[in-house]
């Protein structure tokens, strides 16, 4: 149980945090002698997240099912989706997270075991977390958009979207990479991280749709699956707010010097082969 815990908190705390959890992933089965790909249990400690981002969003959760009630009235006549688009931010940023949602659905089915086999390789991992760093390092020149959720465009769903396809890659942090772009795009950053974490949804719930169908179960067993859920959960919550506090003040650099430092301890495991 005790490594279901620890993988769980660390999964919890790095979902958010732009550090990579499945990078972290990688590095604690590592060191806890795991041998080959964890999948399922990847996916499930992911779902821990998942329920803590629901819950704290959950206002704009709330929000979005309404808009899709507004998607129905007009597919039946009662309504316009241009001028919902014009007049509803929240319609607008439910259209712009569907539209976002794509790359990274087509990018894992496509390529899904090319992405697993990288789950065994720290040095990849090493690689990606390095990369990581360089990105949240250019965060500390940007950041200064005013753009909120009524001035979101498309250009800008697309851009993220293909960063959390990007962010597939274990090592490379989904959060930092679809915050740093929507900086970078020139959205205020409260918004860009809320984006950020309402499309993490839909990406969790794909992977774990994709994995209960496969039917991967790995070496841990239910008991352990449910303790490194919990675990996620509580600290994926504590992670988020502690996040959306440094994003508001303009820190997300402060992250990359971590993310180079774990990417440089992930390739020195590397050789020991």
């Excluded at 992933?25 to 629901?54: I, K, Y």
């Excluded at 008991?223 to 303009?250: C, D, E, H, I, P």
Aim: overall charge positive.
């Amino acid at each position: 149980m005790a490594p279901a815990a620890v993988l769980g908190v660390l999964q919890g705390l790095t979902e958010f945090l732009p550090v990579s959890s499945s990078g972290h992933l990688v590095l604690g089965q590592r060191l806890f002698g795991l041998q080959g790909s964890e999948m399922l249990f990847n996916v499930v400690v992911h779902l821990g997240s998942l329920a803590a981002v629901c819950l704290v969003l959950r206002r704009d959760l709330v929000k979005l099912l309404i808009e899709v009630g507004v998607v129905v009235k007009t597919v039946a006549g009662r309504g316009s989706l241009a001028e919902a688009w014009r007049e509803r931010p929240e319609f607008r940023l439910l259209v712009l997270l569907a539209l976002g949602t794509l790359p990274a659905g087509g990018v894992g089915l496509a390529f899904r075991s090319t992405f697993e086999s990288l789950f065994s390789s720290s040095r990849g991992v090493g690689v990606a977390l390095v990369f990581t760093g360089l990105v949240l390092y250019l965060t500390r020149r940007f950041g200064a958009g005013n753009r909120d959720v009524s001035r979101l465009r498309i250009s800008d769903a697309v851009v993220i979207g293909l960063a959390q396809a990007l962010a597939i890659t274990p090592g490379v942090s989904r959060s930092g990479m679809t915050i740093s772009s929507g900086l970078f795009m020139g959205v205020e950053r409260e918004t860009a991280a809320r984006f950020s974490f309402l499309l993490s949804i839909p990406a969790i719930v794909g992977a774990f749709v994709v994995e209960i169908g496969d039917g991967s179960v790995g070496s841990f067993p239910l008991a352990a699956q449910v303790v490194g859920f919990v675990a996620a959960f509580l600290s994926g919550g504590a992670a988020l707010y502690v996040l959306l506090r440094l994003v508001r003040s303009g820190k997300l650099h402060y992250f990359a010097y971590y993310c180079w430092l774990i990417g440089a301890l992930c390739l020195v495991l590397s050789l020991g082969g």
